[in-house]
């Protein structure tokens, strides 16, 4: 549950919480019966944290001739967000579209199969994304450089955050 409202993995609290835990039993029946336990939760969570990975993100940029193809059939199995922008190819000069979204790791074997069946020669670059930001999830801030405190007024009305 918590792991759902942050969107980061959780595996780290885990961690610390059995840690504790076993920093108790270790003062009341003796440190060396606790430290093997402490070294096997330390691998084994690292080892959970390595392939779980779940809330990673990824950026897909797809450049294709047919995005009203692909975008028809993303938008009717995704509910994730896209932008399209018209390009023009740097050696061709041909007229391209870009499409850009940000998914879940899990989600890119879909995608790439519905890619490659609407357009077979679509181009698509997939790298990791470390936190995307989107309306409001994040207040906008800026900081008086003496102060080191926000100052709202410093922001045009239009952006201000008003929550």
Not at 62 to 74: H, K, M, V
Not at 77 to 96: D, L, N, P
Not at 122 to 132: K, L
Request: hydrophobic share 40%; aromatic share 12%; with cysteine.
């Amino acid at each position: 549950m918590v792991s759902n409202k942050t969107g980061q993995s959780i595996w780290g609290l885990i961690f610390a919480g059995n840690c504790a835990v076993l920093l108790i039993f270790g003062a009341l029946f003796g440190w060396e019966a606790a430290a093997y336990p402490i070294i096997f939760q330390f691998i084994s969570t690292k080892a959970i944290e390595m392939f779980y990975t779940r809330y990673d993100r990824v950026t897909l940029q797809i450049t294709t001739t047919r995005p009203e193809q692909i975008l028809a059939d993303y938008n009717e199995i995704h509910k994730h967000g896209s932008s399209v922008v018209e390009v023009m190819g740097g050696r061709s000069r041909k007229r391209y579209w870009l499409i850009t979204t940000v998914v879940s790791s899990y989600e890119i074997d879909d995608i790439m199969h519905l890619i490659r069946v609407r357009d077979g020669s679509a181009v698509v670059n997939v790298f990791r994304t470390e936190s995307p930001v989107t309306p409001g999830t994040q207040k906008p801030e800026r900081l008086d450089s003496k102060a080191g405190q926000r100052n709202a007024s410093l922001w045009p009305a239009s952006l201000r955050w008003s929550g």
